[in-house]
């Protein structure tokens, strides 16, 4: 189950909440998370960290479920894989790139800005 951050809408032009702890994020690869009542993914790919949506928008399969491959999330559903550099699903498949979110690491955690789901509510 993912956890649930924010508890409202950010009420400033640049609002960040602390969503994961990276130590936990490292271990784990993947976690779900809730932030602004917006369901997410976190991902920790070789030192890189991500945050996308955590539903496939091709099948809707949750991503959190999913495996992370040299820089791409697999979905746990079909054989297509995402870009965590740009959201671009692989070759052949009927469906729009994958939504990325903004993410920070700082002091151990990792950071989701909050303003950029806004728009998703």
């Given at each position: 189950m993912a956890e649930?951050?924010?508890g409202g809408v950010a009420?400033?032009?640049d609002q960040w909440?602390?969503?994961?702890?990276?130590?936990?994020?490292?271990?784990?690869?993947?976690?779900a998370v809730r932030v602004a009542g917006v369901d997410l993914?976190?991902?920790?790919d070789g030192g890189m960290v991500s945050a996308c949506e955590r539903a496939c928008p091709h099948e809707q399969a949750d991503l959190a479920c999913?495996?992370?491959v040299k820089g791409r999330l697999a979905c746990p559903r079909h054989d297509a894989s995402f870009s965590l550099i740009d959201g671009a699903i692989s070759d052949g498949w009927p469906s729009r790139p994958l939504r990325l979110y903004p993410v920070r690491v700082e002091r151990g955690e990792v950071f989701i800005n909050a303003t950029a789901l806004k728009s998703l509510r």
């Amino acid at each position: 189950m993912a956890e649930d951050w924010t508890g409202g809408v950010a009420r400033s032009q640049d609002q960040w909440f602390p969503v994961c702890s990276l130590p936990r994020l490292t271990a784990e690869g993947i976690v779900a998370v809730r932030v602004a009542g917006v369901d997410l993914a976190l991902i920790s790919d070789g030192g890189m960290v991500s945050a996308c949506e955590r539903a496939c928008p091709h099948e809707q399969a949750d991503l959190a479920c999913g495996r992370v491959v040299k820089g791409r999330l697999a979905c746990p559903r079909h054989d297509a894989s995402f870009s965590l550099i740009d959201g671009a699903i692989s070759d052949g498949w009927p469906s729009r790139p994958l939504r990325l979110y903004p993410v920070r690491v700082e002091r151990g955690e990792v950071f989701i800005n909050a303003t950029a789901l806004k728009s998703l509510r």
